[in-house]
């Protein structure tokens, strides 16, 4: 079984600063992981995958997380935050059926 | 890239009616779709999973008569809320995974769906 915990809930930063959304996840092999972004009532847009190859795993926008296995760990960052950034962030995890187990959400905020 | 449409994006219906919602890829052939459930400041919760041509697999907890999933193409999968009640209102969410798995997971926009 799989399971994805982030450990932030809301995340506030000022815009042009960096941004850090926490992910640890669970898994009994090899997983997958997904960063998600989802604007209000809208669908998800992935940011970002990981699937076994480069530990440090650049998306769009530039974001960029590094898998750390050791920590079981798919931090999410970003250099500078823009107010475009501001929405709701879901770490990701698939299992070996390919189903998706999310987490539980990060809400980021963008202060001008 | 690879788009997933998914209509209606928002509907309104009385209480007791039937409504469906319609989830196409259109530039891949998607072999399995997932449909989510979401309601307000929570996750995606995983409610079926369907391959082509086949009888959809639903997770523990939900209601396989009230959700009915039909997936008869490789391009379209549909859910049907059966009977709907207000405590079906939710955000429903679909996400297709293409014939070789390269296109990964793609979403729908998602559909805010309203029972009065």
């Known amino acids: 079984a799989q399971s994805v915990t982030q450990l932030d809930s809301h995340v506030s930063v000022s815009e042009g600063t960096p941004v850090l959304l926490r992910c640890n996840y669970s898994s009994s092999y090899s997983p997958s992981l997904f960063w998600y972004v989802q604007h209000p009532n809208k669908g998800l847009q992935l940011l970002l995958k990981?699937?076994?190859?480069?530990?440090l795993v650049k998306g769009i926008n530039g974001f960029e997380a590094e898998f750390k296995k050791s920590e079981t760990s798919f931090h999410l960052t970003k250099p500078s935050a823009h107010m475009s950034d501001a929405a709701e962030y879901f770490c990701?995890?698939?299992?070996?059926?390919?189903?998706?187990?999310f987490g539980a959400g990060t809400t980021v905020t963008v202060r001008a | 890239g690879a788009v997933v449409s998914q209509h209606p994006s928002w509907v309104i219906c009385k209480s007791g009616t039937s409504v469906k919602i319609e989830c196409r890829s259109l530039d891949f052939q998607a072999t399995t779709m997932f449909w989510y459930r979401q309601f307000p400041k929570q996750s995606l919760m995983l409610m079926a999973t369907?391959?082509?041509?086949?009888?959809?697999?639903?997770e523990q907890g939900v209601e396989k008569d009230k959700f009915l999933i039909n997936h008869a193409s490789l391009t379209l999968s549909t859910l049907t809320v059966t009977s709907a009640h207000p405590e079906d209102s939710s955000f429903y969410i679909c996400?297709?995974?293409?014939?070789?798995?390269?296109?990964?997971?793609?979403f729908g926009s998602g559909t805010r769906l309203t029972i009065v």
């Open positions: 369907s391959n082509e041509g086949s009888k959809a697999t639903y």
């Open positions: 990701v995890v698939s299992s070996n059926d390919y189903k998706l187990s």
């Open positions: 996400s297709a995974r293409g014939v070789t798995g390269g296109h990964g997971y793609t």
């Open positions: 990981y699937t076994s190859a480069a530990t």
